[in-house]
């Protein structure tokens, strides 16, 4: 099946910086992915869709200045965390569609202290 | 929007046992998969499964897309089954999709 890899798996960061997490498909070609944020003991929540040479499409409720995701490829999309704060703590997953169905990445745990 | 409701949503069995998951959802859907979340947070995908059945050793699921649910067969469990296991549904051209809430399995030795 098709692979996509999220890079870093985990990743602690102080309140006020920025992090920023990639999500590559690796053996296949995606013109649009998929950001998801799931909180503990609850179920995957779609942040943002990310598509290709344009600009992201942000679910209500998700700030766009504050989860900057950029999809410069076909291969590479990326989501920016700014300026992070606590409550931003969370289990980041990113998405992509082969030719039917969706293949997730392995998710990376953001701790903000 | 489409609502996905997901159950049980606990279930403890004993290995070798069978079970069944069931996902209703709300509306018409051109999409709908299984998976497995493993204790790492890895999504596994089980199955793409909109509609008919299908079967995947002791795994197996059947979406009655008319009826609007879908339901996961999981034979002689073992305690590798272990963790949560979501339905999710796409509605859009986009290809997003919804999830469940999802069913914590536990599979006691």
């Known amino acids: 099946g098709a692979v996509v890899s999220q890079h870093p798996s985990r990743v602690i960061c102080k309140s006020g910086t920025s992090v920023k997490i990639e999500c590559r498909s690796l053996?296949?070609?995606?013109?649009?992915m998929f950001w998801y944020r799931q909180f503990p003991k609850q179920s995957l929540m779609l942040m943002a869709t990310?598509?290709?040479?344009?600009?992201?499409?942000?679910e209500q409720g998700v700030e766009k200045d504050k989860f900057l995701i950029n999809h410069a490829s076909l291969t590479l999309s990326t989501l920016t965390v700014t300026s992070a704060h606590p409550e931003d703590s969370s289990f980041y997953i990113c998405?992509?569609?082969?030719?039917?169905?969706?293949?997730f990445g392995p998710g990376t745990r953001l701790t903000v202290t | 929007g489409i609502q996905v409701e997901q159950s049980p949503p606990d279930l403890i069995l004993q290995e070798g046992a069978n079970s069944t998951l069931r996902c209703n959802f709300s509306?018409?859907?051109?999409?709908l998969q299984w998976f497995h979340q493993n204790p790492w947070g890895q999504l596994i995908n089980l199955f793409y499964?909109?509609?008919g059945t299908k079967q995947n050793g002791r795994l197996s699921a059947t979406t009655v897309a008319t009826e609007r649910y879908s339901l996961l067969y999981i034979s002689s469990s073992q305690t590798t089954d272990s963790g949560v296991y979501f339905c999710?549904?796409?509605?859009?051209?986009?290809?997003?999709?919804?999830f469940g809430k999802g069913t914590k399995l536990s599979v006691k030795p």
């Open positions: 998405s992509a569609t082969g030719i039917y169905e969706q293949y």
């Open positions: 053996d296949f070609q995606a013109t649009t």
């Open positions: 990310s598509n290709e040479g344009s600009k992201a499409t942000y």
């Open positions: 509306d018409s859907v051109n999409n």
């Open positions: 499964i909109p509609s």
């Open positions: 999710a549904v796409g509605v859009g051209s986009q290809g997003n999709l919804i």
